[in-house]
């Protein structure tokens, strides 16, 4: 069965304090693997997507990466803004097309 | 450049009845998913729009029905209201080919 998990799914850091968020994954014919965050009540906004086994992606604080079986989303020296909760989602193939599988997320919470 | 946009932000509504969700697409896109995220949960694909058609379809039952009119603007129909559908309603638009989906503020339903 494709599935997406996603660990912690909670994690709390003090600002400054560097960590990283796993999404690994169980999909046939994965065509792209994306991160969004999602602030609380409003829809996700997109991060990265990244295809291939190697691949690394960065913005500001945030670096991803991707293997064959799992993706980390690196957070360096984290800020209270930073804070939210962060999705991962696959595109399979599935039924004959492609679809777009969720994990649950993982919700970050930075202190002051 | 607007982004996605959906209205309305909040509904309520009782058992049995009947709702409409709208959205409407970042400028330049031509596909239209919609996604049902209940709370502490990843988003779930409902279904996608392209052309005026359904293209692909999630698990969700037939009370579940959709619509794109030739602006691209999209419907979310969901007939015989459950409390379990109670939920965040996502749209998310992309252009056809490109994988990445960039997503709405969403609807919140609540069902009494």
């Known amino acids: 069965e494709d599935q997406v998990t996603q660990s912690p799914e909670a994690l709390r850091l003090q600002e400054g304090e560097s960590s990283s968020l796993n999404c690994s994954y169980t999909?046939?014919?994965?065509?792209?693997l994306f991160w969004y965050r999602q602030d609380p009540g409003k829809g996700p906004e997109f991060l990265f997507t990244?295809?291939?086994a190697g691949e690394e992606k960065e913005k500001e604080r945030l670096k991803a990466t991707l293997t064959k079986k799992e993706s980390f989303l690196h957070i360096t020296a984290p800020k209270p803004e930073d804070s939210a909760t962060y999705l991962c989602?696959?595109?399979?193939?599935?039924?004959?097309?492609?679809?777009?599988?969720f994990g649950s997320g993982t919700r970050l919470l930075v202190r002051p | 450049d607007a982004g996605v946009t959906q209205s309305p932000t909040h509904l309520i509504k009782t058992r049995g009845q009947q709702v409409t969700l709208r959205c409407s697409p970042k400028?330049?896109?031509?596909?239209v998913s919609w996604y049902q995220q209940a709370l502490g949960q990843g988003p779930q694909f409902i279904f996608q729009?392209?052309?005026?058609?359904?293209?692909q379809r999630g698990n969700f039952p037939d009370r579940f029905s959709g619509h794109q009119y030739p602006n691209y603007s999209s419907e979310l129909n969901v007939n015989a209201l459950l409390l379990g559908d109670s939920a965040l309603y996502l749209c998310?638009?992309?252009?056809?080919?490109?994988?990445?989906?960039?997503f709405g503020p969403g609807t919140r339903l609540l069902v009494l």
């Open positions: 989602a696959v595109q399979a193939w599935m039924d004959s097309s492609y679809k777009l599988i």
């Open positions: 999909v046939s014919g994965l065509r792209g």
């Open positions: 729009y392209y052309e005026e058609e359904e293209r």
């Open positions: 998310a638009s992309s252009l056809r080919g490109k994988e990445t989906q960039y």
């Open positions: 990244l295809y291939s």
């Open positions: 400028s330049g896109h031509d596909t």
